[in-house]
Each structure stands twice: as structure tokens, then as C-alpha cells.
């Protein structure tokens, strides 16, 4: 049973920090990779940053880019999410996701395991 859970969540002012984490239980050496997305308030769930598991290749999101860095440890667990200069509009609830077969990073639907989300808002 592959479980997720995130932590790290919290209220920071605008242009401060959070480092988001993602550990990971049971099987994993069969995973393709790791991503992170949110969802607003009444939006859509987003894909923000994502990680090859072997490769460690990492991809962003335009809105991310430059601000928010993924990345894991050498023993591949947990996977983090470091976001700096944060801004209002990235307030949302952050989940992470494992992948376990070959298949576009940025789309939702290619990500098997999901854990339960961690609440990030950013004050004005």
C-alpha cells in the first residue's frame, strides 16, 4: 500500500518562504516520478513542479519557475518542494503525486498515488 504525506504547510507573508515535504511509504522503486500540485480556492487542481525518480530531471510550471525548486535526497525519500518569494496567488492547498509509468510530468491524470494535501497561504 503506497501511501503520501505532506507536510511543511503553513501562513507566511508575501515574499517569505516554505519548504513543502513528501514521504513516501511502501513500494517505490517501481515510480517514474514525483510532482507537486495545488488547488485555489474554486480552481482547478494545478501541476506546479515535478521530478523524474531516476534521473532526477526536474520541470516547472511557468508561474513557479525561478521561485520554487524540487528536488530529493539521495535515498529518493521524501521528495521536497522549496518555495521562496512567495506571493498571494500561490496560496492553495499543495499535494503530491507519484507516477509510476512513462507519461507527460505536467498532466494530472498520469499520477497514480496522491496524498492528502497541505494547506501554504500567503498573505498580503
Known amino acids: 500500500q503506497v501511501q503520501l504525506v505532506e507536510s511543511g504547510g503553513g501562513l507566511v507573508q508575501a515574499g517569505g518562504s516554505l519548504r513543502l515535504s513528501c514521504a513516501a511509504s511502501?513500494?517505490?522503486?517501481?515510480?517514474?516520478?514525483m510532482g507537486w500540485f495545488r488547488q485555489g480556492s474554486g480552481k482547478e487542481r494545478e501541476f506546479v513542479a515535478a521530478?523524474?525518480?531516476?534521473?532526477?530531471?526536474?520541470y516547472y510550471a511557468d508561474s513557479v519557475k525561478g521561485r520554487f525548486t524540487i528536488s530529493r535526497d539521495n535515498a529518493k525519500n521524501p521528495v521536497y518542494l522549496q518555495m521562496n518569494t512567495l506571493k498571494p496567488e500561490d496560496t492553495a492547498v499543495y499535494y503530491c503525486a507519484a507516477q509510476t509509468t512513462s507519461g507527460n510530468s505536467y498532466y494530472r491524470g498520469n499520477y497514480d498515488y496522491w496524498g492528502q494535501g497541505t494547506q501554504v497561504t500567503v498573505s498580503s
Open positions: 511502501g513500494r517505490t522503486d517501481n515510480y517514474y516520478g
Open positions: 521530478i523524474s525518480w531516476y534521473s532526477g530531471a526536474t
